[in-house]
């Protein structure tokens, strides 16, 4: 079946493009950025804040990224202006200037992921979509899988209308 047939706009597969590109970026930029922000970590050593301190390996440096929000918060102003400078030596570019690269990757791939289940829920037999976004997260993400999955085809060849283009 041809896509028109189906029902799928140039604007679904103008969010499923933007889904596409957003999961890549995201996949470019995590390994540069946890690999900068565990050289810091393992570099300076920081500790959890004496209040977490009570939990098995509290004692330990931390070592993940994710765990950051145990230290003190002179350790993470630290943490963070470290892990700034290295983002500006490597050009990684934010739109805010305290950004991380990672993070604002991670909203974008989040962002693109809404607007394809609306874009998408404008179709009749879709409509169930425009409330993907809260469902818990299993359901969401084959939601989304299902989605693409559908969509992928239709990507290789597509090119937006003129009309699509012009906004």
């Known amino acids: 079946m041809d896509r028109k047939t189906l029902g799928i706009t140039d604007d679904m597969l ?15 930029l995590r390994p540069q950025v946890e690999n900068y922000q565990r ?4 570099k300076h050593g920081f500790h959890r804040e004496p209040k977490y301190r009570g939990v098995p390996d509290g004692h330990l ?3 993940d990224p994710n765990k950051v929000w145990l230290m003190s918060e002179s350790d ?28 604002e990757a991670q909203a974008r791939r989040t962002e693109a992921e809404w607007q394809l289940f609306q874009t998408l829920s404008l ?6 979509l ?5 469902k818990p997260l299993k359901l969401r993400q084959e939601a989304l899988d299902l989605s693409m999955k559908f969509l992928a085809p ?3 060849n597509h090119r937006p209308s003129p009309a699509a283009s012009a906004s």
Request: aromatic share 4%; charged share 25%; proline share 6%.
């Open 14 to 28: 103008q969010a499923a493009q933007a889904l596409v590109d957003a999961r890549a970026r995201e996949a470019i």
């Open 39 to 42: 050289l810091i970590l393992a």
């Open 61 to 63: 440096p931390i070592t």
């Open 76 to 103: 993470l102003a630290a943490y963070v202006a470290e892990c700034h400078l290295e983002r500006d030596r490597l050009g990684l570019l934010t739109r805010d200037p305290e950004g991380c690269p990672l993070l």
């Open 123 to 128: 179709h009749p037999k879709l409509a169930h």
């Open 130 to 134: 425009k409330s993907a976004n809260e």
């Open 154 to 156: 239709f990507l290789v």
